[in-house]
């Protein structure tokens, strides 16, 4: 991985496409494949009890690839990759949402569900507390698009439109002026902080990188 930023080595940690994996090896018998046990993360059941359907999990393989002279390049990749996710594990460990703000604005788009989910749901519980009398419905629809439009305003510094969000809520700007502005700036402020929590912990490895390199 080359960094060029803590946003873009959050990224590739987490794309499957930058994986660079020792296919020499592997072609040469040279790699040691273990599979881990299949587990399900849901299942449905009907009236009587019985399981009708069930949601696999992803499957987990051990690998341990023995390489030769020369090859160790290849490796060094998915070797980085794993050391960024530790980093981004611990942030995890102290600071959940600010993780999932991570999670949802840099890592790839098949990574941000669940993150997003837990923000949506964060942002939430903080209107609910603010006792304002608004549809919750719409302020969820403003919500959802708040953590995309600061996600895209911190990753490329592109102005949140707001006739994006006026036309979310199906209103001009007099009622969004009225109504709706200064939910959105609450709602903004919400998110406004975490970048400044969760990019530290990447930026410590680089640096780390960085002087060893």
């Not at 080359?2 to 020792?22: E, G, I, K």
């Not at 999932?100 to 903080?126: D, F, Q, S, T, V």
Request: hydrophobic fraction near 35%; glycine fraction near 8%; include cysteine.
């Amino acid at each position: 991985m080359n960094f060029h930023s803590a946003r873009q080595a959050w990224h590739d940690a987490f794309d499957t496409t930058t994986q660079q994996s020792d296919y020499a090896a592997m072609l040469g018998g040279q790699t040691v494949r273990s599979r881990g046990p299949k587990h399900y993360i849901d299942e449905i059941r009907n009236e009587n009890g019985k399981v009708t359907a069930r949601l696999a999990g992803q499957t987990v393989y051990a690998t341990e690839t023995r390489v030769g002279k020369g090859s160790s390049g290849r490796i060094m990749d998915a070797c980085e990759k794993g050391l960024v996710q530790h980093a981004i594990a611990k942030l995890r460990e102290t600071d959940e949402l600010a993780y999932c703000w991570g999670m949802a604005a840099y890592a790839p788009p098949g990574n941000r569900y669940k993150e997003r989910a837990y923000l949506l749901n964060y942002m939430m519980k903080r209107f609910y507390s603010w006792g304002e009398p608004h549809d919750p419905l719409k302020v969820g629809q403003l919500a959802f698009y708040c953590i995309h439009s600061v996600a895209l305003r911190d990753v490329s510094g592109k102005r949140i439109d707001l006739c994006q969000a006026r036309k979310l809520l199906s209103c001009d700007k007099e009622e969004w002026d009225r109504k709706w502005r200064k939910i959105w700036v609450r709602l903004v402020r919400l998110l406004d902080p975490l970048p400044g929590i969760a990019l530290p912990f990447v930026c410590r490895f680089m640096e780390a990188c960085l002087k060893k390199s």
